[in-house]
Structures are given as structure tokens and as C-alpha cells.
């Protein structure tokens, strides 16, 4: 590892200061779990590091009817998927952390960093997209706001300027009949990366065979540069009944939009009929949800053909 | 200077920031029941207790220690009484042992919060941590004697 120099500001002002004055040459530090290994594997080279752990914006993680969740930049997953909050409210958000590396992973890596490090496979990226997660970012300049979906640029690259940190992530009061999924396929439980994900969100409107799709929205993992909002997807199930039929097409459009590569993860036609068995399932998990119906968080893919995904 | 506490003993080490928290155990402190594996966080080796928080010692930068608490493997046992998990990690018997000393720091740190788990929760616990010797049976069988009778019963999980 080249030589650094280690910070702890206490305060946003003295951490953007820091990071403003190094420009290129600073990162921020929040868990680690990806900056350490990429410091030491050269591929940042920081003259300056920047622990923001210690101030207090960062570490915030509350809920209120009228902001929502705001997640700050700093939280660990395990704090997270204890929050009472977040697993009553926000289960989709559960799904994503509870299956980010295993436990000593979980205490140290946060979603901020997972969204910061703009990886395409990144398993929260899709639950933030899929919830309609805004971005808070601090500059030298103030403050700005940016939905997740417009976060990730290019695989490794974000929106932030120069100067720049992410403060938290908030994510908006969930209205009742909402229910959100997320699900990755995997060949390994831990320490490996998607071959896809995807997260799905849905608002229902009704009841019983009358139940219709308020509002859908969907977004995909590891099929593209950057994790990608299948937003034509979900709209093409607004108003539309909620049934197999509907789901699988609203499937088959997500997967018109995956752009996959092909790797030593796999082909990419068979991440492509992946991502469609994976948005059909990540619908009725959402719908299942949205019902009151309880789905299991950290279900993991290979565990082939698991009952829950299927419409009563 | 860093100081820090390790084991209940407080010391003050360098603060080189390129050195990790692995590195100050095992070198300043010479404390080498913390193994190093991969380097990368993926293999849990080097896995210690952070203010009680089971983390991969090797992504831990030395400054960020600054003022906590960490309990390596020297730290579980009490005077001469081994924790149950070691004591039961004993009883089942493990191969080399180089995995042995996260994976002990990690099962006390899962029957802390959990003291009675289910076997999938051990397994989702303790998925952070790599035995290549395939010991994982031994590891399963280990933890659930250290929580109590029935821990030679058939292994069920998948
Ligand atoms: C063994 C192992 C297993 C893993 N498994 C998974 C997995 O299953 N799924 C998955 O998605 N990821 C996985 N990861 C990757 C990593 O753990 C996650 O991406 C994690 O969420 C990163 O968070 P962090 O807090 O550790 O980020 P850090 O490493 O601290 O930061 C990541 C990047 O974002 C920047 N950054 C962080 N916070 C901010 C901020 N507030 N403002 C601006 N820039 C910021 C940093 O400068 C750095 O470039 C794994 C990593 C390891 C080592």
C-alpha cells in the first residue's frame, strides 16, 4: 500500500474541507470492506483517507412518517437489518444487507459504501432503486440531492464531483398494501457476487381478484455497466391485475433491458433468462408482502424452486 | 500513536496508517493466534472482536482502533478456563487449525447474542469463515455442544 495520510474529522464542514482540498487524491473511508482491498490491490492510490465514522450525520438511522428512512452514509449492515424500523417497513432493504459478505463483513461494510463503490453487482443498489432512494450529497458548495438511479455512471464510478460525500440515504414513507423483494442468484452463500439480482417494489391498489398494480418499479444487478432501473418494466404493470400472466410479461421487459456480459459467472444469455425468473420472483415476494404475507429475508437463489414463489 | 485495548491490557503501538489492525496483533504485539489468510476480508482468519463485533482484522486500518477494545483468540479464555466454544472445538477434534481461532472468536460472539441457535443459524453465522480442511461438520457439532446436550445428533443441514 502507498503512503497516506489517515483522518477522522468530527464535523461534514471539516470532512468535505478534507476532501475538497485533495480533490482526486482523497477517499472517503466508511467500512473499508472495499476501499482497504482495493488500496492494497493499487487500484486507489489515495494520498488522503477520510474515516467518517466519527461524525454524527452519518451514523444516523431514523424513521418518521413524513421523511421516511434516512440511512446514513456510515451505518453498518448489521445495524441496519436490526433496526425494528427497517424490518417492519422496509424488508427489501433487509433482503440486500443481511446478504452483503458474511457476519464480520456485515459489521464494518455499509450501504453507503456499497452504492459509493458503484460496483454493477452491488446487492443493495437494485433494493435503493426499487424503494425510490434519494441520495444526500454534501459539497463544498452545500448540499444536493440525486435518485439512486442516477448515481452510478460507469462500473467503479459515481455522480460526486471533486469534494464530494454521500450523507445518507433516504428512502420514502412506505404507504400500506406497499411490499418490496430482493434476490440474487449465487453459486456461493458468502463472499462471492451476483450473477444477477434484482429488486422489485410494488404499491397494490384493491382487493381479491379486483387487486390491481398501483405503482411497480424494478431494477437489476450485475446485467449492465451500472445496475439499471427497469423502469418501462414496472410501468407496464400499472393498472394491470395482479396475476402470473401480468408478472411474466412485466419479466420478460426486464429482460429486454439487461445488457449483460459474458464471464466466469456466466454467459450472457443465461443472465439474461435469469434475470427474468429472478423479476418474476421478486414481483410475488413483493406482492406477497404487500398482502401482509410474511417472505423470508435472505433467501437465496440456488435453493431452487423455494414454495414461497407463487401467487395464491 | 494509537492506543488501544486488547485482551482487557491497553497499549500504545505506531500509527504507520498504512498498517491494518492485523498487523499490529501480530507483529507489535506479537499475538499470532490471529491468522493471516487471504488479505481480502473473504476468508476469516484474522477474525477478532471489535468492541464485541466479529470483523476481519486485516480491513481494519490501524487508526481506526484509536480508543476501542479487541479481543483476539489469548483474550477468550478465562485465567486457565476455556470458553466453551474452545473447549468444544477441542472435544471435536479439527485438522491443521489455522481456521480455528476466528472461527472460535466468532461462535462466542453468535452464542453471546444468540445462545441457543438453530442450525441454519450457525451456518449463516458462521459462512464468513473458510476451513479448508472441510471441517465444517466438526465446526457445526463443536457449537452445538458448547450450547448444550444433543451436540452429537445426526448433522441436519444440507
Ligand atoms: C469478503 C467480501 C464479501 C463481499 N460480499 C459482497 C456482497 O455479497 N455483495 C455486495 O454488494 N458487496 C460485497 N462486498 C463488497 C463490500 O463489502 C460492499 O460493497 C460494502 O457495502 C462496501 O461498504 P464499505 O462501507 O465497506 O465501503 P468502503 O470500502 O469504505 O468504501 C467503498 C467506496 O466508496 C467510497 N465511499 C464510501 N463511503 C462514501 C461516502 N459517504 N461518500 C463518498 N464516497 C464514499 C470509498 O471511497 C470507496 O471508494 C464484499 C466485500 C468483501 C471483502
Redesign the pocket.
Same mark, same amino acid.
Given at each position: 500500500m502507498k503512503d497516506f495520510e489517515y483522518t477522522a474529522p468530527a464535523t461534514l464542514r471539516d470532512a468535505v474541507k478534507l !476532501?475538497a482540498e485533495k480533490g482526486e487524491n482523497a477517499?472517503? $473511508? &466508511? =467500512? =473499508?470492506?472495499? $476501499? #482497504?482491498?482495493?488500496m492494497r490491490g493499487r487500484r486507489?492510490q489515495?494520498e488522503r483517507?477520510?474515516d467518517?465514522k466519527k461524525i454524527p450525520e452519518?451514523n444516523e438511522l431514523t424513521f418518521s412518517p413524513r421523511k421516511g428512512l434516512r440511512i446514513g452514509?456510515?451505518v453498518?449492515?448489521h445495524i441496519i437489518y436490526h433496526n425494528s424500523d427497517v424490518i417492519e417497513r422496509y424488508p427489501g432493504i433487509v433482503d &440486500?444487507a443481511m446478504?452483503?459478505?458474511?457476519i464480520?463483513?456485515q459489521g464494518?461494510?455499509? $450501504?453507503?459504501?456499497? $452504492?459509493?463503490? &458503484?460496483?454493477p453487482?452491488?446487492?443493495?443498489?437494485p433494493a435503493l432503486i426499487a424503494y425510490g432512494a434519494i441520495a444526500e #450529497?454534501q459539497g463544498p458548495q452545500g448540499k444536493r440531492k440525486i435518485p439512486v438511479e442516477e448515481f452510478c455512471v460507469s462500473p467503479?464510478r459515481?455522480a !460526486?464531483q471533486p469534494g %464530494?460525500? !454521500?450523507?445518507c440515504i433516504q428512502i420514502p414513507q412506505s404507504k400500506s398494501n406497499t411490499g418490496a423483494h430482493y434476490l440474487?442468484f449465487?453459486p456461493r452463500n %458468502?463472499?462471492?457476487?451476483?450473477v444477477v439480482?434484482v429488486g422489485a417494489c410494488v404499491e397494490l391498489a384493491g382487493r381479491g381478484k379486483a387487486q390491481t398494480f398501483k405503482r411497480v418499479r424494478i431494477a437489476l444487478?450485475a446485467v449492465g455497466p451500472t445496475p439499471i432501473f427497469a423502469s418501462a418494466a414496472g410501468a407496464s404493470l400499472e393498472g394491470q391485475s395482479v396475476s402470473e400472466e401480468s408478472i411474466l410479461a412485466a419479466a420478460e421487459a426486464a429482460k429486454s433491458v439487461a445488457k449483460p456480459i459474458s464471464d466466469m459467472r456466466g454467459p450472457a444469455e443465461y443472465r439474461t433468462h435469469l434475470v427474468g425468473v429472478l423479476t418474476k420472483r421478486a414481483l410475488i415476494g413483493a406482492v406477497k408482502r404487500a398482502r401482509g404475507e410474511h417472505v423470508p429475508n435472505a433467501v437465496q437463489e440456488h435453493e431452487s424452486a423455494h414454495p414461497v414463489y407463487t401467487l395464491s | 500513536m494509537i492506543e488501544l485495548t486488547v485482551n482487557g491490557t491497553s497499549h500504545t503501538v505506531s500509527s504507520d496508517p498504512r498498517r491494518t489492525l492485523l498487523d499490529v496483533l501480530r507483529e507489535d504485539l506479537k499475538l499470532t493466534g490471529t491468522k493471516y489468510g487471504?488479505g481480502? *476480508?473473504?476468508?476469516g482468519a484474522c477474525t477478532v472482536l471489535l468492541d464485541g463485533q466479529p470483523v476481519?482484522s486485516c480491513?481494519v486500518l490501524i487508526g481506526e482502533v484509536q480508543g476501542r477494545a479487541v479481543t483476539t483468540i489469548e483474550g477468550l479464555a478465562a485465567e486457565d478456563v476455556l470458553h466453551p466454544v474452545q473447549e468444544a472445538l477441542v472435544a471435536e477434534g479439527m485438522q491443521c487449525g489455522y481456521c480455528v481461532p476466528g472461527m472460535a472468536l466468532l461462535a462466542a460472539a453468535l452464542l453471546r447474542q444468540t445462545p441457543e441457535p438453530t442450525d441454519e443459524e450457525i451456518v449463516r453465522w458462521m459462512g *464468513?469463515s473458510l476451513c479448508r480442511c472441510g471441517g465444517y461438520r466438526a465446526v457445526l457439532r463443536a457449537i452445538r455442544r458448547a450450547v448444550g446436550p444433543g451436540a452429537n445428533d445426526e448433522v441436519q443441514v444440507k
Open positions: !476532501l477517499r472517503v $473511508l &466508511a =467500512g =473499508g470492506t472495499d $476501499l #482497504i482491498v482495493q486507489y489515495p483517507v477520510v467518517i452519518v452514509a456510515a453498518p449492515c &440486500a446478504i452483503i459478505g458474511g464480520q463483513i464494518r461494510a455499509t $450501504l453507503g459504501g456499497n $452504492l459509493c463503490n &458503484a460496483s453487482s452491488a446487492d443493495s443498489i #450529497i467503479g459515481n !460526486l %464530494e460525500m !454521500l450523507v440474487r449465487i %458468502e463472499m462471492d457476487i451476483a439480482g444487478a | 487471504c481480502e *476480508g473473504a476468508c476481519v480491513l *464468513g
